[in-house]
């Protein structure tokens, strides 16, 4: 499985689209959006309906109340899906580390810091996309699933 993930698009929805064609559309099994970008989101997924489309709502998502974090599957990989803002991103991983490792996660999707950053701790990837909307250097995350392996990579697109 190839999943292409974003956070923070600021209604930037032509950086999204730009990433989308760059790692073609066709090859893709799920995007997931991280917040802050809600409706952009919504808009990527009405030119790619083909592709589904999971998402949780960031700090600037106003009138959204859906869940800020749950869990989804990829292959045989759980994964818990956050935007950071109510997990304390901006200060420390811990709190954030601790709540996907309680729902069992194998990795943490987060955004809210517009950093974009991979690591891996003790069976946990952490894995932050940064911005797609960020006008200077914008960037996105590729999560590739085999089975129960994951394996996240970061790309800026010039």
Known sequence: MKILVFSDSHGNEDNMVRAVERERPSTLDAIVHL??????????????????????????????????????????????????????????????SYEARERGARALLYGHTHIPYIDYH?????????????????????????GDKLSPANFTLE
């Open 35 to 96: 917040g802050d970008g809600w409706r952009d989101a919504e808009a990527l997924h009405r030119l790619y309906p083909r592709i589904p489309l999971e998402q949780v709502p960031g700090n600037c998502d106003l009138g959204c109340f859906e869940e800020s974090e749950r869990v989804v599957f990829f292959g045989d990989c759980r994964v818990l899906l956050c935007h950071g803002h109510t997990l304390g991103v901006k200060s420390s991983l811990l709190r954030a």
């Open 122 to 146: 003790d069976g946990l990837w952490l894995v932050n996309p940064g911005s797609i909307g960020d006008w200077r250097r914008p960037s996105y995350g590729v999560l590739t699933v085999e």
